[in-house]
């Protein structure tokens, strides 16, 4: 991914979406019941199988694209387990090209992310930090389900519990979800967001852009 050449995000919306708690509560009087596609069953059952009866520290990175950041946190939480998933295969396959093998206490799946917490939530799983790392905005005012906090999967990832992290650099997905969070009494807290060293990819090339960072952090248990 090169560097320096980010397209800037442009909505024909204005601000929050006014309709963000009433497709929340739509999703919480009715829950999902799609069907859970096929690989994102073998993604979870290979996911239960690595952690077996772990007892430690569970954290899960949602739409990890290659993995970067997947690699970062296991290197900076040795004594936890990290999952890092993502929906391409293509996008999966980069790792070992870029970063090497994952550590041993780093799993990269390609599952639905949106199955998966269904059935995390399922199975009862209690998530210590949950990652959500410049997630598609899908800035079209006629699009606010297919972000998270407006997908049926939201009311799944909160349910998982732990400390959440979500980065965009559109501060308008972050005040939604943040919305969206006040809507089932969980506070955040939203800050402008810059380190060191970037990331993710996507944070690298946003920054190298020009580009701003906002990040909502929020105690989900």
Known sequence: MSDGNSR???????????????VVARHLAHPNQKPVSEHTLQAFEQAGEWLADWQGDLILDACCGIGES???????????????????AHRLDKHTGHFGEAPANALLLRADVGDFWRLAKQANWQISQHYLLYPNPYP???????RWHGHPAFVDLVALGGHL????NWQTY???????????????DISEYRDDEAFTPFERKYWASGQSSWQLQANLS
């Open 165 to 168: 992290t979500v980065r965009s």
């Open 174 to 188: 972050i005040q939604e979800f943040a919305n969206a969070l006040q809507c089932l009494q969980v506070k955040s």
């Open 8 to 22: 800037w995000v442009t909505s024909n919306q204005q601000g929050p979406h006014p309709d963000v708690a009433k």
């Open 140 to 146: 079209k005012k006629s699009q606010l389900q297919k």
């Open 70 to 88: 997947t690699h970062r946190l296991a290197k900076l939480h040795p004594h936890a387990r990290v999952i890092g998933i993502d929906k391409s």
